[in-house]
């Protein structure tokens, strides 16, 4: 399963946007790109998922480039309540397999 | 609609007791996976349930652990007899199951903190 790499902490300020990137070099051809995000004392909540180009929810975007070899998370315009930490993952089709592989997260802290 | 709840949020036990935890997976969901995340480390898949089967254990730390899905609905994760590395934080997940070409949006609970005295 490819690996990903992330900043392991990112500080931003109210009504930022904050751009988390994530590489996953070894990307398979039938992986999605999915992050995820915690809140202390909660489970992970999923954000958002592409394969490739651009994807657009209510809470964030996904960028995800040409060779999918990386991937960027944008969080429009951030508030207090967006501090927690995010999960980048790499996680193929059903069919090949259901586990979710975590890596260590970007840990993001948004000040007043 | 009701999320994954978990039981319970905490426990404390000593080194040798047993502790079992629930999970109630989202009505209608046939995956179940349980995952924990030890103190300072990352969150680690422990095992996939489709329905009742077992369809990948390979995080299964060692057979102290026991997890049961009977009838397909919640499922239990024993711990037996307890150690100090077990202590961490316990999720669980579950999704539905999806076509060939769609990918497992899974939907996690608040997690049981288990702490090993």
């Known amino acids: 399963l490819a690996k990903t790499t992330q900043p392991i902490s990112m500080d931003s300020y109210e009504g930022q946007e904050v751009n988390i990137t994530c590489s996953h070099n070894?990307?398979?051809?039938?992986?999605?790109i999915t992050w995820y995000q915690q809140f202390p004392s909660q489970g992970p909540r999923f954000i958002i998922q592409?394969?490739?180009t651009k994807v657009t929810n209510e809470v964030a975007s996904l960028f995800i480039p040409a060779d999918r070899k990386s991937s960027t998370l944008s969080l429009p315009r951030v508030s207090l309540s967006d501090t927690a930490v995010y999960y980048c993952?790499?996680?193929?089709?059903?069919?090949?397999?259901?586990?979710?592989?975590f890596g260590q997260g970007t840990e993001l802290s948004v000040k007043p | 609609e009701a999320g994954v709840t978990q039981f319970p949020s905490h426990s404390v036990i000593e080194k040798g007791q047993t502790v079992t935890l629930r999970c109630d997976p989202i009505?209608?969901?046939?995956?179940l996976y349980w995952y924990r995340r030890v103190m300072g480390k990352e969150i680690k898949f422990l095992l996939h349930f489709v329905k009742e089967s077992k369809q990948d254990e390979s995080g299964m730390p060692n057979n102290r652990f026991l997890a049961e899905r009977t009838g397909g609905t919640y499922s239990t994760l024993k711990v037996q007899p307890a150690e100090l590395e077990d202590s961490g934080v316990y999720f669980c997940a579950s999704s539905q199951v999806m076509g060939a070409s769609s990918t497992d949006t899974q939907y996690f609970g608040p997690g049981t903190r288990l702490t090993v005295l």
């Open positions: 009505s209608g969901h046939d995956n």
């Open positions: 070894n990307i398979a051809t039938n992986d999605y």
């Open positions: 592409g394969y490739k």
């Open positions: 993952l790499v996680a193929p089709v059903y069919n090949q397999g259901g586990k979710l592989i």
